[in-house]
């Protein structure tokens, strides 16, 4: 693997990285650094929320293993139900057969994308409001408990001290009810785009494509950011790569049989 390449993945990752620890931080949760692993403990029942990220590739099969059942143990002694990632091209040969034989699935999965420039949105764009504190916290959770499905998820992740500088969170409302979410945190020159999600009854309308071009906006006027990146869903990612994102790096979160069994 290139150099380069293998930046950009690093980039990718380290970015996933923040958002999650920033995240776990609002809750109270743990965020802690070893040898092996970045921790973005976050506390909810949502494993997707309780996440170990790889912070090398394993050389081998067996110590990839060893490495997964670490994560176990710290999840365990959490006492939460928790995933770990690290990019797909880090897994040895046969790496996913060797995690299946030991009990670890996939619980979601993500793409790892990223631009400089944005096409222009498709759409004239709608009413975009800015949201923070608790009303960011409730809002935000609500649609993207709409949209993914999470119908807990509001008391899982109202976290209102999250939604404060230097995250940005925005909604477009039609018929005074929130329709579509988004929201960006910048750091080293880098928007990092998060939580974006549109109910059921309002997609394909270009609303996700309208708040991610004023999130972008934002980054670039008041905080100087040069590059976006993001990590999609299987349901998101043609959205962002109609806008000019491009795919570097796929990213699954895989968690214990036994964790989704208890």
Request: glycine share 8%; aromatic share 12%.
């Amino acid at each position: 693997m290139g150099d380069w390449i293998g930046g950009l993945i690093q980039e990718s990752l380290d970015q996933y990285r923040m958002a999650w620890q920033l995240m776990a931080a609002a809750k109270g949760g743990i965020v802690e650094e070893d040898e092996y692993f970045s921790y973005a403990i976050a506390h909810t029942s949502y494993p997707m929320f309780n996440v170990a990220f790889f912070k090398r590739p394993p050389q081998s099969n067996e110590e990839l293993l060893h490495f997964s059942r670490l994560t176990q143990e710290k999840f365990l002694n959490a006492g939460v139900r928790g995933t770990f990632t690290l990019p797909s091209s880090w897994l040895p040969r046969e790496g996913m057969d060797a995690l299946e034989s030991a009990g670890f699935v996939i619980d979601v999965k993500t793409m790892g994308m990223r631009t400089a420039h944005l096409n222009d949105p498709l759409r004239r764009a709608p009413v975009i409001r800015p949201i923070e504190g608790d009303e960011a916290s409730s809002i935000m959770a609500a649609v993207n408990a709409e949209a993914y499905g999470f119908p807990g998820m509001h008391d899982e992740i109202a976290m209102q001290s999250f939604w404060t500088d230097p995250v940005r969170a925005y909604v477009i409302e039609e018929t005074g009810q929130p329709a579509a979410v988004g929201a960006v945190v910048t750091q080293n020159g880098i928007a990092y785009m998060m939580w974006f999600a549109t109910c059921s009854p309002f997609r394909g309308k270009g609303y996700a494509q309208a708040i991610l071009h004023r999130a972008w906006a934002d980054a670039k006027e008041q905080d100087g950011a040069k590059l976006t990146v993001l990590h999609a869903t299987s349901m998101g990612r043609p959205v962002y790569h109609k806008l000019g994102y491009t795919a570097i790096a796929e990213f699954p979160c895989f968690i214990s049989v036994d964790s989704v069994a208890t």
